[in-house]
């Protein structure tokens, strides 16, 4: 199964902005797949939040705040999660997913950190 | 409002077949459009699809976990089961039952998770 890459850590004082990154291989071109977001606080399972393909194809789960958007980067073959304002209660970890070609697949997660 | 709740031996022995159910109430696994998954999560670690399966009884699975894992639905009870064999310890994590929406959109996204049932591969 291909590998989706996140970095393990990730930080931001309240008020700022972070950034979660998931790249798949250079041999599989992000530009079809719909990326989809996960968030997970200890102890509970993982919580949907979107999923992004392009601006005209993206979608925000039931209840999840707007600060949390979705976008990619062609040239690095990566998608991306953006939390807008963070807030204390955002510290979690984060998941991407994606079907790269024969299977569901999750990003090794990241930890947002809020300062 | 579906809900999930999985069920089975939080104990198994090495080489031995790991067995859970999924009970869902609030919504019917038969009729629709939804896959109803199994996902896994070692502690401290991250989280592994293992499979799923389509209220028509078709089913996906995880490529490296393929030649040991079935799927099953049960439609009289609305629920659906998880078999996987010949386990080590590596098999050791929360495993989680999970609904995944199927539209025609192709958006398949989990968005109802059970609480997860922790299971431990020792002898």
């Known amino acids: 199964q291909p590998v989706l890459r996140q970095p393990p850590s990730s930080s931001a004082s309240p008020g700022e902005s972070a950034r979660v990154t998931c790249t798949l291989p250079?041999?599989?071109?992000?530009?079809?797949?719909?990326v989809y977001w996960y968030q997970q606080k200890p102890g509970s399972p993982p919580r949907y939040l979107l999923f992004?393909?392009?601006?005209?194809?993206?979608?925000?789960g039931s209840g999840v705040p707007s600060r949390f958007s979705g976008s990619k980067d062609a040239s690095a073959n990566t998608g991306i999660l953006l939390v807008s304002g963070v807030q204390s209660e955002d510290e979690a970890d984060y998941y991407c997913m994606m079907w790269p070609t024969n299977g569901w697949v999750f990003g090794g997660g990241t930890k947002l950190t809020v300062l | 409002q579906v809900q999930l709740q999985e069920s089975g031996p939080g104990l198994v022995k090495p080489s031995q077949t790991l067995a859970l159910t999924c009970a869902v109430s609030g919504g019917s696994i038969s009729g629709g459009s939804d896959y109803w998954s199994w996902v896994r999560q070692p502690a401290g670690k991250g989280l592994e699809w293992i499979g799923r399966?389509?209220?028509?009884?078709?089913?996906h699975y995880n490529p490296s976990l393929k030649s040991r894992v079935t799927i099953s639905l049960d439609t009289s009870k609305n629920q659906f089961s998880l078999r996987l064999t010949s386990v080590t310890a590596a098999d050791t994590a929360l495993y989680y039952c999970?609904?995944?929406?199927?539209?025609?959109?192709?958006?398949?996204?989990?968005?109802?998770w059970g609480q997860g049932t922790l299971v431990t591969v020792s002898s």
């Open positions: 999970a609904r995944q929406t199927g539209g025609a959109d192709y958006v398949h996204y989990l968005d109802y």
């Open positions: 399966i389509h209220s028509s009884g078709n089913t």
């Open positions: 250079s041999d599989i071109n992000i530009g079809p797949h719909n």
């Open positions: 992004y393909q392009s601006d005209s194809h993206k979608g925000q």
